[in-house]
């Protein structure tokens, strides 16, 4: 593995006698790095690639690829048949609206879908070799850092890949509806590669930064969250003008992703070359001091408000009586023995997306208002099961769940002590996202005529904090691999949150019968943004004399089928921990 050379940054930095700047002598040393990494052959990095024939090996031929093809196709079909227009008659000659629309809506879908699956193929791609403790043999390989980093992109995106491939034949039956040319489909099916290129990238990038996987995967997705929001967004103003829109595609997008995805696989690749981590095996503590000494931008400080809350200091004294240990042991030192990079980043991140969000949907857009719970519960839904998916099975992982077991402490106290730090930590950085939303009400007094609106705005994010966590919690216990339990929470809320708005708004663009769509409508009964969008506003923030009347059974509905679903996860979880043979189930 190749080492500084004197006449490098860091040799430069260690020898002159005096404290170089942090800031200056990262960006002078990740820039020396990223030109180093640049320099590979692509040819080379794929040919006779044992990382990537390794990959694509394990990861395409296991149940779990062919079950999720079966399962791609069959909701496209599924989605194709529904949204099929039900004219008698189609006049090709005037661009039918039904057929683009039923494109649009094709593409789109398989966009979002996209977006969500890529950081889950890309984001333990090197965090994972730590997790697995063979990051070190990978480094000690004959592979360039860049042809590793290239392997496991590339592999991580071929079975996505093949997902998209697999979608055209279904493509093929919309273009005799008329509405869209060839032209424009093979755009989109580039824009939709290059998507899955970039995202898949981020994941990479992210994954080099992480020892583990639930850490780069949540990263990750807040990363896309935006692209994700702005790609939409761009299709859908662009709908007017096609031939703009083909052009953005074919030339704006493919520029943005290759420099992006070149600079983020460069990156990747010098943090190999130059591994912060060798030695540890994946399992080094960070110490705090340091970091903060080192660290660009955001600073956590354990001792002051309301850093505390969230990463309070080690403890330095004796624990109290009748203390519980597992919690003191996990707030004090288990979440936060990797460091705290994961958490400035997401703070940071949030933030700087919540700004915005806040002067253009509390102050200018308040008919819109309710889009600004919406990010809230988004932030949780991605970063609060990080902290509680994988309480159980990190011990599991370790190998050590049999020496907690077999201590004095119950099931219970043990489980406790687990799912409060968990949901402290969780809630209190869902808390930051709370204060510009409280900040924008308390400032626009067109909020003070809709209180049942102010109200639902704060008490449905945190009804979602509490299932949320349940639901991780509860995954957490009966799965074995942390990546399983937060794989499966994501999907039980998709399927809770995101899939019965969804198909609404899937039945109304579609225009189908007022029956189905009532009864569509009450199926999302137990999602959080039916409720949202069921709230009362009042005439100020619709500016005008209208108002907006809501739903308030279906509010009353939303919180009943929650405190449902926590009592189902309850009686779940108390089966899994009942006292009679609760160690022999717990292993």
Known sequence: MNKPSADSPISSAATSGSVPNPVSAWLQTSFASVVNALHFNPVAAFRNNPVLQRELLVNLRTNRSFLLLLVY??????????????????????????????????????????????????????????????????????????????????????????????????????????????????AAYLGLFISVVLFGAIGVFCSSYFSRTSNSLVVSYLLILPLVIGGVLMWQMLAGDGLLRLKVVVLVVPAFALAAVTLMCAAAASRMLYPPDVGSEGKEVVDLEQEAAEAVGLVIQPDQFPDRLFAPPRRETLMADGANPVYDKEIHGEIFSQGTLMLRLVIQISILLAIPLMGALLFWQTPHAPWFAVYVIVFNMLVGPVFLAGTMTSERERQTLDLLITTTLSPWKIFWGKFIVGFRVAFVLTSFLVWPMLLGVGLNTDFYSSWPLIVGMFAIPVVVSVVNAVIAMTASLYQERTSMALMTTYLALIVLYVVPPGARVLASTLGLSSTVQQWIEWAGVASPFSALFSLPIGPPLMRGDSSYAGQPVLVIGYFVCSLLIVALAACLIAWKLRPKHSAGRLE
Not at 91 to 113: E, T
């Open 73 to 186: 196709q069959l909701v496209l079909a599924a989605v194709t048949l529904v949204a099929w227009p039900a004219d008698e008659r189609l006049d090709l000659s005037k661009d039918p609206p039904s057929a683009r629309r039923l494109v649009d809506l094709f593409f789109l879908g398989q966009y979002v879908i996209a977006s969500l699956m890529a950081p889950s193929f890309a984001a333990g791609t090197i965090s994972g070799e730590k997790e697995r403790q063979t990051y070190e043999m990978l480094l000690a390989s004959p592979l360039k850092p860049s042809a590793i980093v290239l392997g496991k992109l590339v592999a991580a995106l071929t079975h996505l890949a093949l997902l998209i491939v697999a979608s055209l034949p279904i493509i093929v039956l919309f273009l005799p509806l008329g509405g869209v040319s060839v032209y424009e489909v093979a």
